[in-house]
């Protein structure tokens, strides 16, 4: 027996002969409480820059989920938490759930691509999520990536950052389409403007 497997059996064996009973004892909803647990595991992942041990765990968890459409979004969440590039289990795992949740998947994704953009300019993860949730430190980014005050790991031309900042904008404009992050651009780069909508 390897590895792998025995330590799939230990969390399987955990979760039916102690966690189970307890969230059956509570009238806790079984399969949202474990999703629960994931959500706290990948709210640690955020902050390594190597998760793949928490990564494995939550995947092993989600096999103990029932319901179809709740291990879906628990698998979504561990990637939207892990780190780029993700380990072969995951990608197998997102694999496996891309026809049913394709909606989903395309936030996530989109949501990793701006996520990838922040990381390319070495900013932390946790100010990656930052600027996807907070539209003012999205302008704020930017400013920077405009005005060149953020240095990225490879060399970009100006005309390099304008079409990095229009995509990260036209990734935004998918996230969040309610919200426009900047009406014109920080330099007044047409370009930059996101699609026409309600302010």
Same mark, same amino acid.
């Given at each position: 027996?390897?590895?792998?497997?025995?330590? @799939?059996?230990?969390?399987?064996?955990?979760?039916?002969?102690?966690?189970?009973?307890?969230?059956?004892?509570?009238?806790?909803? !079984?399969?949202?409480? *474990?999703?629960?647990?994931?959500?706290?595991? $990948?709210?640690?992942?955020?902050?390594?820059?190597?998760?793949?041990?928490?990564?494995?765990?939550?995947? *092993?968890?989600?096999?103990?989920?029932?319901?179809?459409?709740?291990?879906?979004?628990?698998?979504?969440?561990?990637?939207?938490?892990?780190?780029?590039?993700?380990?072969?289990?995951?990608?197998?795992? !997102?694999?496996?759930?891309?026809?049913? $949740?394709?909606?989903?998947?395309?936030?996530?994704?989109?949501?990793?691509?701006?996520?990838?953009?922040?990381?390319?300019?070495?900013?932390?993860?946790?100010?990656?999520?930052?600027?996807?949730?907070?539209?003012?430190?999205?302008?704020?980014?930017?400013?920077?990536?405009?005005?060149?005050?953020? $240095? @990225? $790991?490879?060399?970009?031309?100006?005309?390099?950052?304008?079409?990095?900042?229009?995509?990260?904008?036209?990734?935004?404009?998918?996230?969040?389409?309610?919200?426009?992050?900047?009406?014109?651009?920080?330099?007044?780069?047409?370009?930059?403007?996101?699609?026409?909508?309600?302010?």
């Amino acid at each position: 027996m390897n590895l792998s497997t025995v330590i @799939s059996y230990q969390v399987r064996d955990r979760i039916d002969r102690i966690a189970r009973p307890f969230i059956e004892e509570h009238s806790l909803p !079984v399969d949202e409480t *474990l999703l629960g647990h994931i959500e706290k595991v $990948t709210s640690i992942a955020r902050c390594q820059t190597s998760s793949e041990h928490l990564d494995v765990h939550c995947l *092993l968890v989600t096999d103990a989920i029932n319901s179809v459409a709740v291990r879906a979004r628990a698998i979504l969440k561990i990637a939207d938490s892990a780190p780029i590039p993700w380990c072969s289990k995951l990608s197998i795992a !997102v694999q496996g759930v891309m026809g049913e $949740t394709q909606f989903e998947l395309n936030l996530t994704h989109n949501r990793m691509k701006l996520g990838a953009i922040c990381q390319n300019f070495g900013l932390d993860r946790r100010y990656v999520d930052s600027v996807i949730d907070i539209y003012a430190d999205f302008c704020g980014f930017l400013r920077f990536l405009l005005t060149g005050s953020l $240095t @990225s $790991t490879r060399e970009i031309t100006d005309e390099g950052r304008y079409e990095i900042a229009a995509e990260a904008v036209s990734i935004y404009d998918r996230l969040r389409p309610g919200v426009r992050p900047c009406q014109e651009s920080p330099l007044g780069d047409d370009r930059l403007r996101p699609s026409q909508g309600n302010s």
